[in-house]
């Protein structure tokens, strides 16, 4: 079989994270009872208009700001047309003509390539149908309607999977971090829909694109991915053609299968919403959204390494989720040690995260109680074994490490008095290997420094306890 | 006062009378309910009625204005019995639109522009006939039958606020609300020799009426005089955070419409929207009165309301389409039985939920929305309308107002409307000019005209359009026109 390339273009559905729908007042909240929050506007019945939330506008200005698009000036609404059970007016509340963003782009890491987009817009989420087995009955909650979505739409930019992964889980980062959206994936509020054709090596022509729904994880996109271009080019080399459809992924199976062909799509005959105003956006609205825009990861990421002297790659995972560059600027500030609090989190703490299956966004841990655990290590008043087993119990069980270590017994002994004790018991008691020592044997050292480690219960402040037994080891010396 | 003498107020002086306790809101209640009970059977200007209810209400304000040392406190409609056409939800009552598609569907809150009037103090008696949601000029297309024309029921009163009118024409309501998209307030109060308002586009708002072309849909009142019909106005008026496209416009001041004078105003007659481009007949002599009143009459040329009727169609008709799509037989209103699949399910509910002119523009409005035909159909069509807006904006800054017939006709015998929807659409050619460009206009009657059949002569209207906002200047144009001239002192 000879070389082929797969080109991709995403249409990643974000939920934004408002208070209240788009277009009503009704709550967002995930998980409700069955059409718990749903209203004259978001159901959809006769004579209620929809109100436009302005923090949806926001949102989505603050998202094509972040991605160096060009926010629309007088941005508007279409009506989407096609009819679903799911869909109470019969209609979706979209963008069409005047999508409130265009252009813009996100550069990924690895490789390092630059992801354009092709426009952003608004649009109100539709309900859930639930498929009762038992009675094959379709149930219909209607509370999903109208939650504010963001489309976000790429140029077809991506050549493989990783790349697609490598953007989303950037994507989502920034998200999160502009405090927009919360991207959890397995509630559906971040939704990436795959377009993907492929085409021999060096053509520039693109080929017939089929388009991917249903993809309920990062992992699931990429082995979509994977096996749609591998489809796709199997057909091809039969001699057969990609037919221009929608296909669905089936977790399970995982395969891709055809949901509708294009020429049987609906035509959605769009036409602008007549009950919402044009969006007249000036320059003031923008500059005012800009001032507070948060650092965004990328900044934060220049900053890591340009003043805070971290390695590339560290700076790189630090601003991989918002909870983690968190985290990392608190420990660096309580400890005064950047390079230290990196460490930390680069090894130990991201090793509970996997130990644990734990996704950044899911820590409980108080965010001071690593800058505490490394200062404890620094004054010695912990050993480093004990300073991990705080961080253990500081992030299993919320633990605050001065109190675990009290309650648990682990502060270090420094005490030059008990330690003394300690290593004149154990010089007493070994005086074959004392002697051994002072005719010359000089790795005796670590064994007769093991013994008094032992006797402390392993509590003792190695450092302390090492220099004071070389003086006592030098005061028989001199003896 | 007696039946005949209490029917023989208008609403505001009703509204007077009831605060000085010269009538009372039961009697006024009462007077209108024989009415009803007397004409009902033959016009059907109803869909619902609530009598005990509203004599109920009628007693209470009654108590209230006897108990109330200082009535100026009391709100201005107190006691006052209005009807409202089934398209404006009253919460808890039905809201049928004419259709079987919602013929049990039962209102869970009420429109802003109600809620106004019964805040106003309004007694709102009933709901009243109309086309299909709206679409329509004549009545026949309700689902519960037609409306028939009070004066002659031969003929239809107009619509598709024809039962607004009816009830206002026979004495069944002292004042009523209409909606007007493409001339549902004013033809059919030409037709009922009645004074009908479209206000500004987004001066009432359009929370809680049910939606047939959002870009166009406003509600308005239809009643006996120009002085109701102001002051109607202004207790519907004002802007609704429920309507993101309503706005604040000025209130009518009464006393500024009764000092009103047409002499030295400019008045513009479109030539496009005259029969063969000449004036004759009501309009002539409408055209005289303002002459001999000092004013001056001109005709003047709006080339691009030739096509206002079909642009008015093409968008209409593709905003109802997407309007109506809710109505599937999934969450309420009709549902069609034997259909387990959902397409099915869609397709014989609104086959059977739908009347004909109602499916008529659905496919028209597709028809204009569909890819092949977006471009030279919907573009186009919102591009002639922004040209429409233009050619009145130039108009008014000649012209303080402009003049035309509310109608092509007087009221039409029942049965001839439908026979060809498209000389049916032609009739709407000077109601739909205001519409497109969202201006205010009102018919007032001024004098009859001979039916196109030579049996009788039956109410003409006179349209007053004005730029947007100008409801004070087409009101006292009308309340002018209304008085007969100047008052001689």
């Known amino acids: ?479 | 006062m007696t039946r005949e003498e209490i029917l023989k107020l208008s609403a505001y002086e009703l509204s007077q009378k009831i605060r000085e306790q010269k009538v009372s809101s039961f009697d006024a209640v009462s007077a209108v309910f024989k009415n009803i009970d007397e004409h009902e059977s033959n016009v059907h200007a109803y869909l619902s009625f609530w009598k005990e209810e509203a004599l109920q209400k009628a007693k209470e304000c009654d108590e209230i204005v006897a108990s109330t040392p200082d009535v100026s406190g009391l709100p201005p409609l107190f006691g006052v019995p209005v009807a409202v056409k089934d398209n404006l939800l009253l919460s808890g009552k039905k809201a049928t639109c004419g259709s079987r598609m919602l013929s049990d569907y039962i209102a869970p809150f009420t429109a802003t522009c109600v809620e106004k009037l019964l805040s106003a103090g309004a007694i709102v008696i009933g709901k009243t006939n109309m086309d299909e949601f709206g679409m329509g000029s004549s009545t026949e297309h309700s689902y519960f039958g037609a409306t028939l024309h009070p004066m002659d029921p031969t003929r239809v009163p107009g619509g598709s606020s024809g039962g607004s009118a009816a009830a206002v024409s026979y004495g069944g309501a002292f004042a009523a609300l209409g909606t007007d998209t493409g001339g549902s307030i004013r033809q059919p109060a030409s037709f009922c020799g009645l004074v009908g308002l479209r206000p500004t586009y987004g001066s009432v708002s359009r929370h809680g009426l049910v939606a047939f072309s959002s870009s166009m849909d406003v509600a308005g009142p239809i009643t006996r005089g120009t002085r109701d019909a102001a002051w109607l106005f202004n207790n519907v008026t004002g802007a609704d955070p429920k309507d993101q496209t309503s706005a604040g416009v000025p209130k009518v001041e009464l006393s500024e419409m009764e000092s009103y004078s047409v002499s030295g105003k400019r008045i513009g007659i479109p030539k496009e929207l005259l029969s063969d481009g000449n004036i004759s007949g009501q309009l002539q002599k409408a055209a005289d009165f303002f002459t001999s009143h000092g004013a001056l009459v001109e005709v003047f040329d709006m080339p691009v309301l030739e096509y206002a009727v079909a642009i008015y169609y093409i968008l209409s008709s593709a905003e109802a389409t997407a309007n109506l799509a809710r109505y599937d037989g999934v969450r309420f209103g009709y549902r069609a039985g034997g259909a387990p699949e959902i397409s099915e399910l869609y397709t014989k509910t609104r086959t059977e939920g739908f009347g004909r002119e109602v499916k008529r523009r659905i496919l028209l409005g597709n028809y204009v929305l569909s890819t092949e035909h977006f471009n030279d159909c919907y573009r186009q069509a919102e591009r002639a309308r922004k040209l429409v807006c233009r050619a009145f904006s130039e108009a008014f800054s000649k012209y303080d107002f402009l003049i035309c017939p509310t109608s092509s006709d007087v009221a039409p015998l029942l049965g001839t409307i439908d026979q060809d929807p498209l000389s049916t659409y032609i009739a709407d050619l000077c109601t739909v000019p205001a519409s497109l460009a969202g201006i205010p206009a009102v018919s007032v009657p001024f004098g009859k005209q001979m039916s196109r059949d030579g049996s009788c002569e039956l109410p003409w209207g006179l349209q007053i359009l004005g730029p947007r906002c100008g409801e004070q200047e087409i009101l006292g144009a009308a309340r002018f026109v209304e008085r007969g001239g100047e008052d001689r002192v």
């Open chain 1, 1 to 479: 079989m000879c070389e082929y390339e797969t080109v991709i273009g995403l249409e990643v559905h974000v939920e934004l994270k408002t208070r209240s729908k788009i277009f009503c007042s009704c709550p967002t909240t995930f998980g409700a009872p069955p059409n718990a929050h749903i209203c004259e506007v978001c159901a959809g019945l006769p004579g209620a208009l929809p109100r436009l939330n302005k923090k949806v506008l926001d949102y989505a200005i603050m998202t094509v700001l972040a991605l160096d698009g060009e926010v629309t000036r007088q941005s508007r609404f279409d009506r989407k047309n096609y009819f679903y059970p799911d869909l109470p007016k019969g209609y979706q509340i979209s963008q069409l003509y005047a999508p409130i963003g265009t252009g813009g782009f996100m550069e990924i890491e690895e490789p390092q390539k630059r992801i354009r987009i092709h426009e952003l817009h608004m649009e109100d989420d539709a309900g859930k149908l639930i498929h009762d087995e038992g009675s094959g009955m379709t149930k219909i909650d209607y509370s999903r309607c109208g939650v504010p979505l963001l489309e976000i739409v790429t140029e077809p930019d991506f050549r493989s999977a990783d790349e697609v992964v490598a953007f989303l889980e950037k994507l989502r980062t920034m998200l999160k971090s502009l405090g927009v959206s919360d991207c959890k994936m397995q509630e559906g509020s971040l939704r990436a829909d795959v377009n993907l054709s492929v085409r021999k090596a060096g053509d520039t022509e693109l080929g017939t694109r089929t388009e991917m729904k249903n993809l309920s994880s990062f992992r699931a996109v990429a082995k979509a991915i994977r096996y749609e271009a591998n489809r796709q080019w199997k057909v091809l080399c039969a001699g057969g053609s990609i037919d221009r459809e929608t296909r669905r992924w089936d977790e399970e199976k995982e395969v891709s299968l055809s949901m509708r062909k294009k020429e049987d799509a609906t035509e959605y005959r769009y036409f602008p919403e007549p009950d919402l105003p044009v969006l007249f956006i000036s320059d003031e609205n923008i500059d005012e959204i800009r001032s507070i825009l948060p650092e965004l990861p990328d900044q934060k990421r220049i900053r890591y390494i340009e003043q805070m002297h971290l390695p590339p790659y560290d700076a790189g995972i630090l601003t991989s989720s918002p909870e983690i560059s968190a985290l990392f600027e608190k420990t660096a500030e309580m400890c005064g040690d950047p390079k230290e609090a990196s460490n930390w989190i680069m090894g130990e703490f991201m090793k509970i995260l996997n130990d644990t299956s734990t996704l950044p966004e899911n820590i409980s841990m108080r965010q001071e109680s690593l800058g505490e655990i490394i200062l404890l290590l620094k004054e010695g008043k912990v050993s480093r074994a004990s300073a991990k087993t705080l961080l253990q119990a500081a992030f299993a069980e919320g633990a605050v490490p001065s109190e675990y270590a009290e309650a648990h017994d682990l502060w270090q002994i420094s005490d030059p008095d008990i330690l003394g004790k300690a290593i004149d018991e154990v010089l007493e008691k070994n005086p074959k290997a004392l002697g051994e020592f002072l005719e010359g044997k000089t790795k005796n050292f670590q064994f007769l420094l093991g013994q008094a480690m032992r006797a402390t219960s392993g509590k003792a402040d190695p450092t302390s306890l090492s220099s004071l037994l070389s003086s006592k080891l030098e005061d028989f010396r001199q003896k």
